[in-house]
């Protein structure tokens, strides 16, 4: 499996890529019978999936502050990271945001919640944020979000509602 | 058998407070201070190294507490200082030593206590752990599947900070939590009721106060220093209204204390007339010698309480 050193440390990023872009590139980027077999190639050929990885890093570390956890949840966080939360809340935000939405960690930066929650709230996605984030998995550090989502690899990341008519099953965290 | 859920569940007006174990090999003095608090309030809170500063541990100041009779316990746990092997671990060793009453929150970074070079754990968020002790109990099961033998009993809770920005998904934010399992919450310090309002009110809309007690935070202003920590904003998640630091300035310095009480006493009256609320928690340690000179300024009436506390000393299991 092709991995490349985690990223930097857990610091919010105020995304480069605008809301709106963010919501219109997830057309493209949704898994797609081309963007599957596309992605079926690419990890068929390891030197192309070491290039794709890199790729993918290059872009989303700029454009997301992306820190290569594998296991991508911009899709339903408002295209904000929250593994630049220093808790690196999935469920976030935490109680101890500021007034004028301040992480509590790093007050010079806003939290990275409050800021999915603007820009999924702009774009009608804010029940987005209503879906239970289950435990993420550390062995996926490195690896491309891009191929594992396309594989199906991140179905059960988050649930498809707000888990409040019946019980989310949490599934099998190994 | 939590007499926190059976009183929450028979819809009694309830109490709790936050004790603080001590920094010391030693829970004496801890339960010298719960003892002040016997009859007053129906549960305390056992903190988990609160503010990131190194306590002893919530677990074992919860036995010692539970052990003593004096009081029913809540063990806290954050998700600061564990992965999801110990915590699981540890809910296996509360459920093991009769501690049913648990309340999960992710914890302060540990970047403001006096471990600030320590590793921020963060494995799991509060959310996915209230969700984790929900399946061990309904499920008899750990995350990875593997059963558990027995399962434990636990009455479940989280918190929520109503008034920490984005203000108008918090409702949302809880109700996420009682999804995951919370059966109760508790919400930091209450000083603006109409916030709050809107936030119990938003819950009830979304459905899910019929499944989840809120028990509304009130915190005491001590004294001019406290009124000027608590205002600076450099407490996490704390905010004081503009009205409330004008009344205290308003009064001479070594009066602040005495203007808090009677601030606290007012909200404390004021959150049970507000529908949902099912009663306060009171966000007071170090504060045990006038909490119940506050609880009877706010107008409550332990009398009848006081009989049933005497009881639970009086457990039949042996402990």
Not at chain 1, 27 to 34: E, S
Not at chain 2, 111 to 127: C, I, Q
Request: aromatic share 6%; with cysteine.
């Amino acid at each position: 499996m092709t991995r490349l050193a985690a990223g930097p440390r857990s610091v919010p990023h105020r995304p480069r890529l605008s809301a709106r872009l963010a919501y219109l590139m997830q057309k493209v980027l949704k898994p797609n019978a081309a963007n599957r077999r596309f992605g079926a190639a690419v990890e068929r050929v390891p030197l192309a999936r070491t290039l794709f990885t890199a790729t993918e890093r290059a872009s989303k570390e700029r454009l997301f502050g992306c820190r290569m956890c594998g296991q991508c949840a911009l899709p339903v966080t408002g295209y904000s990271c929250p593994m630049g939360c220093p808790k690196e809340l999935r469920n976030g935000p935490c109680g101890g945001v500021g007034p004028g939405g301040a992480c509590e960690v790093y007050p010079e930066k806003r939290c990275v919640w409050v800021v999915g929650f603007e820009r999924a709230a702009s774009q009608g996605a804010a029940a987005d944020l209503r879906r239970l984030q289950r435990p993420i998995d550390h062995r996926r550090w490195g690896e491309s979000s891009w191929l594992n989502y396309w594989a199906g690899r991140d179905d059960d990341l988050w649930t498809d509602d707000d888990g409040l008519a019946s019980p989310p099953h949490m599934g099998e965290v190994e | 058998m939590s007499a926190l859920r059976d009183r929450l569940a028979a819809g009694q007006f309830t109490i709790t407070a936050e004790l603080s174990p001590p920094r010391g090999a030693s829970a004496a003095a801890m339960l010298g201070r719960a003892e002040l608090l016997r009859g007053w309030v129906d549960a305390v809170n056992i903190t988990d190294n609160q503010g990131s500063h190194v306590r002893l541990s919530s677990w074992a100041g919860a036995a010692a507490v539970r052990q003593s009779g004096i009081i029913e316990p809540i063990m806290q746990m954050t998700c600061r200082d564990r992965n999801r092997i110990a915590l699981q671990s540890d809910l296996l060793g509360a459920g093991a030593l009769g501690i049913e009453n648990l309340l999960f929150m992710s914890g302060d970074h540990p970047k403001f206590g006096d471990h600030p070079g320590a590793k921020p754990v963060f494995d799991m968020d509060s959310t996915q752990l209230t969700w984790t002790a929900r399946t061990l109990r309904d499920e008899g099961r750990l995350l990875s599947g593997k059963e558990l033998n027995p399962a434990p009993r636990f009455f479940l809770g989280a918190v929520e900070n109503p008034f920490a920005p984005p203000v108008e998904y918090r409702a949302q934010r809880a109700a996420k939590k009682i999804a995951a399992g919370a059966q109760f919450i508790q919400t930091q310090y209450v000083f603006d009721l109409d916030v709050f309002t809107r936030w119990v009110t938003d819950l009830g809309e979304l459905g899910v106060l019929d499944r989840c007690s809120v028990l509304a935070g009130v915190g005491v202003i001590r004294s001019a220093r406290m009124l000027d920590f608590l205002a600076s904003g450099k407490v996490p998640g704390v905010q004081i209204p503009e009205p409330v630091i004008r009344r205290l300035r308003g009064v001479a310095a070594d009066d602040v204390g005495a203007e808090g009480a009677k601030i606290a006493a007012e909200l404390i009256a004021a959150l049970r007339q507000i529908p949902g609320v099912a009663g306060v928690h009171l966000l007071t340690a170090g504060y045990e010698r006038q909490t119940a000179g506050l609880l009877r300024m706010a107008g409550v009436d332990r009398s009848a309480l006081m009989d049933e506390s005497a009881l639970v000393g009086k457990s039949s299991d042996g402990d």
